[in-house]
Protein backbone atom coordinates (compact mmCIF):
# COMPACT_ATOMS: atom_id res chain seq x y z
CA UNK A 1 0.00 0.00 0.00
CA UNK A 2 2.71 2.42 1.29
CA UNK A 3 5.82 1.30 -0.26
CA UNK A 4 4.89 2.29 -3.87
CA UNK A 5 4.95 6.06 -2.60
CA UNK A 6 8.40 6.50 -1.25
CA UNK A 7 10.98 7.80 -2.84
CA UNK A 8 13.65 5.52 -1.90
CA UNK A 9 17.07 3.44 -2.05
CA UNK A 10 17.17 -0.37 -1.33
CA UNK A 11 15.55 -0.09 2.27
CA UNK A 12 17.92 -2.09 5.09
CA UNK A 13 17.21 -5.64 6.30
CA UNK A 14 13.97 -5.97 8.22
CA UNK A 15 14.22 -4.48 11.59
CA UNK A 16 15.37 -7.31 14.09
CA UNK A 17 12.01 -8.13 16.88
CA UNK A 18 13.18 -6.19 19.41
CA UNK A 19 13.97 -3.12 17.25
CA UNK A 20 10.17 -4.09 15.79
CA UNK A 21 8.61 -3.79 19.13
CA UNK A 22 10.32 -0.81 20.05
CA UNK A 23 9.17 0.84 16.91
CA UNK A 24 5.30 -0.13 17.26
CA UNK A 25 5.60 0.46 20.90
CA UNK A 26 6.95 4.62 20.14
CA UNK A 27 4.42 5.06 17.84
CA UNK A 28 1.42 4.13 20.51
CA UNK A 29 0.91 0.69 18.89
CA UNK A 30 0.33 -2.34 21.51
CA UNK A 31 0.41 -5.78 20.64
CA UNK A 32 -2.88 -7.44 19.95
CA UNK A 33 -2.65 -11.23 19.30
CA UNK A 34 -0.58 -11.49 15.95
CA UNK A 35 -1.50 -7.85 14.93
CA UNK A 36 -0.10 -4.35 16.74
CA UNK A 37 -2.99 -1.87 16.67
CA UNK A 38 -3.53 1.79 17.70
CA UNK A 39 -6.52 2.82 20.07
CA UNK A 40 -7.67 5.16 16.97
CA UNK A 41 -9.62 2.47 15.40
CA UNK A 42 -10.59 0.32 18.16
CA UNK A 43 -14.25 -0.75 17.40
CA UNK A 44 -14.05 0.34 13.96
CA UNK A 45 -11.57 -2.15 12.06
CA UNK A 46 -14.14 -3.10 9.37
CA UNK A 47 -13.25 -5.01 6.28
CA UNK A 48 -10.93 -2.05 5.10
CA UNK A 49 -8.56 -2.48 8.48
CA UNK A 50 -5.34 -3.35 7.76
CA UNK A 51 -3.22 -3.48 11.10
CA UNK A 52 0.15 -1.83 11.82
CA UNK A 53 2.94 -2.52 9.37
CA UNK A 54 6.57 -1.35 8.89
CA UNK A 55 6.53 -0.08 5.47
CA UNK A 56 9.86 1.05 5.09
CA UNK A 57 12.92 0.53 7.16
CA UNK A 58 16.40 2.24 6.31
CA UNK A 59 18.42 5.04 6.90
CA UNK A 60 15.95 8.08 5.53
CA UNK A 61 18.17 11.57 6.64
CA UNK A 62 21.59 9.94 6.22
CA UNK A 63 22.56 9.99 9.66
CA UNK A 64 24.03 6.32 10.32
CA UNK A 65 20.95 4.93 12.23
CA UNK A 66 17.44 3.82 10.63
CA UNK A 67 14.52 5.16 10.18
CA UNK A 68 11.09 3.83 10.20
CA UNK A 69 7.85 4.68 8.08
CA UNK A 70 4.99 2.69 9.85
CA UNK A 71 0.71 2.90 9.32
CA UNK A 72 -2.02 1.53 10.02
CA UNK A 73 -5.38 1.41 7.77
CA UNK A 74 -9.09 2.21 7.84
CA UNK A 75 -11.09 3.41 5.65
CA UNK A 76 -13.94 3.58 8.37
CA UNK A 77 -11.50 4.96 11.00
CA UNK A 78 -9.18 6.88 8.89
CA UNK A 79 -11.77 8.51 6.45
CA UNK A 80 -11.09 8.53 2.52
CA UNK A 81 -7.71 8.74 2.87
CA UNK A 82 -7.78 5.38 4.63
CA UNK A 83 -4.44 5.27 6.86
CA UNK A 84 -2.32 6.98 9.35
CA UNK A 85 1.42 6.91 9.32
CA UNK A 86 4.35 7.32 11.48
CA UNK A 87 7.81 8.22 10.83
CA UNK A 88 10.23 6.93 13.16
CA UNK A 89 13.82 7.81 13.91
CA UNK A 90 16.12 5.78 16.24
CA UNK A 91 18.48 7.92 18.73
CA UNK A 92 22.17 6.76 19.08
CA UNK A 93 20.46 5.56 22.84
CA UNK A 94 18.78 3.10 20.92
CA UNK A 95 15.54 5.03 22.01
CA UNK A 96 13.06 5.02 19.01
CA UNK A 97 10.97 8.51 18.59
CA UNK A 98 8.24 9.69 16.36
CA UNK A 99 9.36 12.41 13.91
CA UNK A 100 5.86 12.96 12.16
CA UNK A 101 2.25 11.60 12.55
CA UNK A 102 -0.71 12.32 10.53
CA UNK A 103 -3.76 11.06 8.85
CA UNK A 104 -2.17 10.42 5.21
CA UNK A 105 -0.49 8.72 2.41
CA UNK A 106 2.56 9.79 2.98
CA UNK A 107 5.71 10.28 0.25
CA UNK A 108 9.15 11.40 1.31
CA UNK A 109 10.73 13.78 -1.33
CA UNK A 110 13.92 14.14 -2.67
CA UNK A 111 13.81 17.66 -1.04
CA UNK A 112 15.11 18.15 2.10
CA UNK A 113 14.66 19.81 5.51
CA UNK A 114 17.36 20.22 8.58
CA UNK A 115 19.27 17.57 9.81
CA UNK A 116 19.08 15.94 6.05
CA UNK A 117 15.08 15.24 6.81
CA UNK A 118 12.93 14.49 3.56
CA UNK A 119 10.30 16.85 3.15
CA UNK A 120 7.09 14.71 3.15
CA UNK A 121 3.70 14.95 1.03
CA UNK A 122 0.47 14.00 2.63
CA UNK A 123 -1.27 12.94 0.17
CA UNK A 124 -4.87 12.08 -0.13
CA UNK A 125 -7.99 12.71 -1.90
CA UNK A 126 -7.63 15.93 -4.00
CA UNK A 127 -4.83 17.58 -6.42
CA UNK A 128 -2.95 19.64 -4.17
CA UNK A 129 -1.31 18.07 -1.30
CA UNK A 130 0.31 20.00 2.08
CA UNK A 131 4.16 19.27 1.86
CA UNK A 132 5.35 19.17 5.36
CA UNK A 133 9.60 19.97 6.01
CA UNK A 134 11.46 19.49 9.38
CA UNK A 135 12.76 22.67 10.56
CA UNK A 136 15.08 20.60 13.43
CA UNK A 137 12.36 20.20 16.17
CA UNK A 138 9.39 19.45 14.15
CA UNK A 139 7.65 18.72 10.89
CA UNK A 140 5.35 21.99 9.92
CA UNK A 141 3.59 22.94 7.12
CA UNK A 142 5.96 24.64 4.00
CA UNK A 143 3.73 24.28 1.19
CA UNK A 144 1.34 22.50 -1.65
CA UNK A 145 2.24 20.92 -4.50
CA UNK A 146 0.69 18.18 -7.03
CA UNK A 147 3.27 16.44 -9.42
CA UNK A 148 5.89 18.49 -8.44
CA UNK A 149 4.64 21.91 -8.97
CA UNK A 150 3.79 24.53 -6.86
CA UNK A 151 -0.22 24.61 -5.84
CA UNK A 152 -2.89 26.48 -3.94
CA UNK A 153 -5.66 24.73 -2.21
Given at each position: MLAALLIAPAATAAP???DRSAIFTAAGFARRGADWRTKDCEGMEGDSYTPGTID???????????DAMISEGSGICYGNTGMR?????KAPSGKW???ASEVASPELLKTKGAGGWPDILLGGPGFCFPVMRWNGKAYVGQRNEYEGKPCKP
Open positions: IDTDYRDVNGDGRPFWLLSTVM
